[in-house]
Nanobody, 128 residues
Framework: QVQLVESGGGSVQAGGSLRLSCAAS????????MDWFRQAPGKEREGVAA????????YYTDSVRGRFTVSRDNAKKTLYLQMNNLQPEDTAMYYC?????????????????????WGQGTQVTVSS
C-alpha cells in the first residue's frame, strides 16, 4: 500500500518561510506525478503546486506563483515545497498526493480525482 508522509509544517509570522517534505514509499516513484494541495478551515481543498515525474515541469496556482517552489528527489522518493514570503491566507492543512502517470491530466493538474494516493497532511499556520 502506497504511503505518503508529510512533514515540515509549523507556525510562522508573515513573511517567513517553511519547507514541507513528503516521503513516499511502496510505489515506483518515477511513475507518479506529485501535487501539493491545501485546505483552509471552511474552504474547499485546492491544488497548490504539481510536478512531473522527471521534475522538469511544474505547475502552480496563481496565488503562490513566485513564492512557492515545488521540487522532488526521485532517489529519495521525496517531494518538497519551499514556501517563502508566507502570508496569513496560506494558513491551511497541506497534503501531498500522487497520481499514476496513466491517470494524470496536465490540463487539470489541480483536479483531485486523478490523485489516488494521499498523505495525512501537515498544518501550516501564518500569523500577521
Amino acid at each position: 500500500q502506497v504511503q505518503l508522509v508529510e512533514s515540515g509544517g509549523g507556525s510562522v509570522q508573515a513573511g517567513g518561510s517553511l519547507r514541507l517534505s513528503c516521503a513516499a514509499s511502496k510505489l515506483t516513484y518515477s511513475y507518479y506525478y506529485m501535487d501539493w494541495f491545501r485546505q483552509a478551515p471552511g474552504k474547499e481543498r485546492e491544488g497548490v503546486a504539481a510536478i512531473t515525474p522527471g521534475g522538469l515541469t511544474t505547475y502552480y496556482t496563481d496565488s503562490v506563483r513566485g513564492r512557492f517552489t515545488v521540487s522532488r528527489d526521485n532517489a529519495k522518493k521525496t517531494l518538497y515545497l519551499q514556501m517563502n514570503n508566507l502570508q496569513p491566507e496560506d494558513t491551511a492543512m497541506y497534503y501531498c498526493a500522487a497520481a499514476h502517470r496513466a491517470n494524470w491530466n496536465g490540463v487539470t493538474w489541480y483536479a483531485e480525482a486523478q490523485y489516488g494516493n494521499w498523505g495525512q497532511g501537515t498544518q501550516v499556520t501564518v500569523s500577521s
